[in-house]
């Protein structure tokens, strides 16, 4: 039997089993290992033997980014200082920076289940690995490497940028698969095509770390280097980094691994969870973590759970692709809404641009409106205008369960920015 770096269980009782006694051990190491949460646990009453069954985890305290800021350097410390091997950080002004400690088997943990991230998207031994992500304390382009050595493919450890050098290393050392921001992932797609170099080419796979590719990005990329397929790869420097997950290549949703951390969608108005499905805040507590662990970290960043199971058979849970950040909640006529989800069904629906704004009115009736305005694409008729406004107004009903008026503007009316613009103008106060 060939190496596998998936859990060795079958049912999700099991799973629950192990996350119950992942939980217990980590409530009682950080509660022993850093006076931050030992002071937190105390004053809410809730020891290590608190934990009997993972009904139990609802009772913890949650832990914020504030947290992280507020202990810098070394922010909820939970061993020695003599048992850790590494830093990474976010980037952000000195104290406002989250620096993460790893112990040796925090980072063996990263590297098995990074490995994880080769396996689900079935690379083989044979394939060559070209990491076009950054490597420093801000990124985490070592995982990408460590965890493709454990694997067994061919690491090229090429570092961002540089469209010469890369180009030259897809063409000699026949690369299969490329790591690299979807942005970068465009770039280099556009060079090999301007420089007619496609037969040279041997790419069947991208994985796009850091930023969410768009549905229009990814399509351009895989008609240019005619890939066989594009993953995501989610992660945040305060659980590991890039790595925690990945969809297969059903494409039905990111497989998070559930044997290392418990994700919790929530309200983030009222923390409570979510109905199955529904979109909340991601908030994660690890199971093995060491140097820092995280108890029930809101991490601010919106998904859902995708309930069943996929058609791989793999009994690791899935999340959807990140849709926003809680920060940017709207609330419409009691419905929570993220500019994300809107983004999505615009994203779907053809004839029209990437450009869009969201503009929300209290009216002399006392109730609120919604309108939306969104660019027609450069090459359609003024004449589909009825047409695309109807279907955009169903598709935000049917999957945002609201009502908005829509109007289809010019090619360029809307305002651009290089920066991320601004979308939504609420006039409600
Ligand atoms: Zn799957």
Known sequence: MTKTFMPQMETLDELRD???????????????????????LDETGIGPESIRSLDDLEKLPFTTSKDLQEGYPFPLLSVPFEKVVRIHASSGTTGKRKVLCYTKKDIEDWTHFFARCYEMAELTAEDRVQIAVGYG?????????????????????????????????????????????????????????????????????MIFGSERASDAMRNRIGELLELEHMFDIPGMTELYGPGTGLDCVYHTGIHYWADYYI???LDPETLK??????????????????GVPLIRYRTRDLTRLIPGQCE????????????????????????????????HVLSGIEGIGSEYQVILD????????????????????????????????????????????????????????????????????
């Open 137 to 205: 304390v801000w990124t985490a382009g070592a995982s990408f490497q460590l965890g493709c050595e454990e694997f067994g493919a061919m690491a090229i450890p090429a570092g961002p940028g540089n469209m010469d050098m890369q180009c030259e290393f897809l063409m000699d050392m026949k690369t299969t698969v490329m790591c690299c921001t979807a942005s970068m992932g465009l770039l280099l797609a556009e060079e090999v095509h301007h420089r007619s170099i496609n037969d040279k080419v041997h790419l069947k796979k």
């Open 362 to 429: 209290r009216k002399e009736d006392g109730k609120d409106y919604m309108t939306l305005k969104v660019e027609r694409d450069q090459c359609v008729a003024q004449g589909r205008d009825a047409e695309l406004s109807g279907q955009i107004g169903k598709e935000i009903k049917k999957q945002v369960f609201v009502s908005a008026g829509v109007e289809i503007v010019e090619y360029g009316a809307l305002p651009r920015s290089e920066r991320k613009s601004k979308r939504v103008f609420d006039n409600r106060d």
């Open 312 to 343: 791989c058979g793999s009994i690791l849970p899935r999340h959807d692709r990140i849709l926003g950040r809680s920060d940017d909640m709207i609330i419409f006529r009691a419905v929570n809404i993220y500019p994300g989800q809107i983004d």
């Open 263 to 265: 994700l919790e969608i």
């Open 273 to 290: 969870p979510v109905p199955e499905g529904e979109t909340g805040e991601m908030v994660v507590t690890t199971l093995e973590k060491e």
């Open 18 to 40: 192990l996350q119950l006694k992942g939980l217990q051990k980590t409530v009682k190491h950080a509660y022993e290992g850093s006076p931050v949460y030992r002071k937190r």
